[in-house]
């Protein structure tokens, strides 16, 4: 096609959309469903003919949503300049015609082969120096300038096309960030980020302490990149670089598309749960909703971790958000690739629900006929006819499209917050002193168990607004900023209860060591501090206010400096150094309290120990008693004259049929009338309403 071919259809295009457009903008304000369910659909890889068969099969199980072409960029920019989208909007307008509305991903996730061998410097250096070669994806480098430059191209013309496309409610960012690149030109956008930072070359030193082994540097050019056993500032330094080099990477495509979007269609990108390669709270500060890609791979659901997954990423943002994708049974990528168990699926979309995810989408619809991942599980077959998960997942449309109308709007509330920074998490990954410390586990243990008794619990950065929590626990919490801790100590003083668990406040904004003893600038109000701490190498006995019970894998020696402070839990006889000595300390200050627990323990200590913080922060759980194996999950908003209307979601996980009994009569969602009580076989869901 010639240049003026492309203007001229272009220009006619343009006519025709926004005649289209502006004839559908008034039907179409808001998405039109409170609850989305989806999958991802990849026309682009099958017949044209065949897009309305697989498009009627959604149709039919309730779909209301595809995301499409974000690796689609060989087939919409064929050769460099020359855009092909016509096959897009024929795909928008074909989903349309099923009532099938369209979240359209950008393609640089994974570039044309004719961008690579024509711009080899967008290719990503590997740690070991070697270039990244084509025939995968994620093998860009995110650093690099005319690689952003090519992205933000194919963005604008995505934008210009179908921003204000009635049937396009949103737009994902590239897929699932991972990959770094460690080339010169990455090391010199590294230096200079340092340098911007630091100013000067002796305020670097003198932070870092690069006088141990003669680290330090008299030029910026001396620094490296080091990614793992290296000073502890410059290891952060790097990770810092690399979560505001993909915020960076990102917002040249966000601008774009903001530039030309109808403001009611949102922005994200899909975020992998607990992958920690880059900050999210960094990453996630321009976007709209946040995202993430739910997996569970071999095994079953475990309904903590995954919670806790999903209340992290609620947090980035503070709200609601979306499962971009999810497992339809199973997956290709894990050691043992079994599926989930028939209903396991269900249940886990009702868990997402539940946790405040306002869509629940599948990848994918159907495999390719070649490719990486032809064993992934799917909604169809390849030859386009239905799995037997298909009836299960149709199931659950029709369950969302009951229950919409109860969950508009709702959001889980919690008066529980936990910290949780990828700076602690970092520092703790590069120094273990006990290989088995995990930092996301620690944190599991606290929030599981008060999880358990308050049902919604937040997962937020230390660094925003805590005014509303009358419970604020930080485990792990191992890096603390200036302003962070003085946050702390103002939420303290006007009435908060501040937990913290092991290992917290040992280091400060560039790694080092706190000038004080742990927890660092909050001993003063704890009355206390941690004397010393030891990696565990079998477990030690802890007694006092919460039962006699154990310790493992990490153990501070805690001591009282002030008459204020009280010993909670004292160790037993262990390695003389800890015997009789505090494991757990408490003070009061004023309304509130600060707590430190020094000691990792065991479950059923543990769960008193939650007892204990919810009720000494004054928090009153709801009245209900739960089989083991049920889950409960509260979701409610208040309406504008003032009233309360909740949402109740039951999710029976366990390998028994159960009944729960509701401490009141409440509508009856997924069936018909009220109840004061729900029978849930294994896998069972109950979804109930009270205003």
Request: glycine share 8%.
């Amino acid at each position: 096609m010639t240049p003026i071919h492309s203007i001229v259809r272009s220009a006619i295009f343009a006519i025709t959309s926004a005649f289209f457009i502006s004839a559908h903008a008034q039907q179409k304000p808001e998405p039109k469903q409170p609850l989305y369910l989806g999958a991802a659909w990849y026309p682009e890889q099958w017949p044209e003919s065949r897009w309305d068969a697989d498009l009627t099969l959604m149709e039919q199980a309730h779909i209301h949503f595809v995301r499409i072409t974000e690796f689609a960029w060989s087939t919409m920019e064929p050769s460099e300049g020359h855009y092909d989208l016509d096959w897009v909007e024929r795909a928008v307008r074909m989903a349309e015609k099923h009532h099938i509305e369209v979240v359209l991903g950008t393609p640089s996730a994974a570039p044309p082969a004719w961008l690579t061998t024509k711009y080899p410097e967008t290719l990503r250096t590997k740690e070991d120096g070697r270039k990244d070669e084509h025939g995968n994806r994620q093998q860009f480098d995110w650093s690099n300038a005319k690689y952003r430059e090519l992205a933000g191209k194919m963005a604008e013309q995505m934008a210009i096309r179908f921003g204000h496309d009635p049937n396009v409610i949103g737009w994902q960012i590239d897929n699932e960030y991972a990959n770094e690149s460690y080339g010169p030109e990455t090391r010199a956008q590294f230096q200079a980020w340092l340098k911007a930072r630091y100013v000067t070359l002796d305020n670097l030193n003198n932070r870092w302490t690069t006088r141990y082994w003669s680290q330090t540097y008299s030029d910026w050019s001396q620094i490296p990149i080091e990614t793992n056993y290296g000073n502890p500032g410059l290891l952060l330094s790097w990770r810092r670089f690399v979560s505001d080099t993909w915020r960076s990477y990102q917002k040249v495509q966000l601008d774009k598309i903001r530039e030309h979007r109808d403001p009611r269609q949102f922005i994200t990108t899909n975020m992998m749960g607990f992958f920690d390669a880059y900050d999210h709270y960094t990453v996630s500060q321009d976007l709209d909703i946040a995202a993430w890609d739910d997996y569970v791979g071999t095994g079953q659901l475990d309904p903590v971790r995954n919670g806790a997954a999903h209340d992290l990423t609620r947090g980035f943002l503070r709200k609601n958000f979306w499962v971009m994708e999810t497992q339809p049974g199973f997956v290709n990528w894990s050691k043992d690739n079994n599926a989930l168990n028939k209903g396991e699926v269900r249940a886990m979309a009702w868990h997402d629900i539940g946790h405040g995810a306002d869509a629940v989408s599948y990848w994918q619809w159907r495999s390719a006929l070649n490719g990486q991942e032809e064993y992934h599980g799917t909604l169809v077959g390849a030859d386009g006819t239905p799995v037997p998960l298909y009836d299960e997942v149709a199931q659950l449309g029709r369950e969302f499209d009951k229950a919409g109308s109860a969950l508009s709007g709702t959001e889980p509330h919690s008066e529980v917050a936990l910290l949780h920074s990828y700076d602690s998490r970092w520092a703790v990954n590069w120094q273990r002193h006990n290989q088995a410390f995990d930092a996301v586990n620690a944190l599991l243990g606290y929030y599981g168990p008060l999880r358990d008794l308050v049902h919604d619990v937040d997962i937020i950065s230390p660094s925003v607004s805590l005014s509303q929590y009358k419970l604020v626990v930080a485990p792990a919490l191992n890096l603390l900023t200036d302003e962070q801790a003085k946050k702390l100590m103002d939420y303290v003083r006007n009435g908060g209860h501040l937990v913290f668990g092991q290992r917290s406040v040992m280091k400060d904004d560039d790694n080092g060591l706190q000038p004080e003893r742990q927890p660092g600038p909050l001993a003063a109000m704890l009355g206390g501090r941690v004397e010393q701490f030891y990696a565990l190498d079998q477990e030690v006995p802890v007694t006092g206010d919460w039962g006699s019970g154990s310790g493992k894998l990490w153990a501070e020696q805690l001591s009282v400096k002030d008459p204020q402070a009280r010993v909670l839990m004292r160790y037993g006889r262990s390695n003389g150094w800890l015997d009789g000595q505090p494991a757990a300390i408490t003070r009061s200050v004023g309304k509130g309290s600060i707590t430190y627990i020094g000691a990792w323990l065991d479950d059923k200590t543990m769960v008193a120990a939650a007892k204990w913080m919810v009720e000494a922060s004054g928090i009153h759980p709801l009245a209900i008693k739960l089989p083991q194996g049920v889950d409960l999950y509260v979701r409610s908003k208040t309406g504008t004259s003032g009233d309360l209307k909740t949402v109740w979601i039951l999710v029976n996980f366990g390998k028994n049929a159960a009944t729960v009994s509701l401490p009141s009569q409440m509508s009856d969602v997924l069936g018909d009338g009220r109840v004061t009580s729900v029978k849930l076989d294994q896998y069972g869901v109950a979804v109930l309403s009270k205003e």
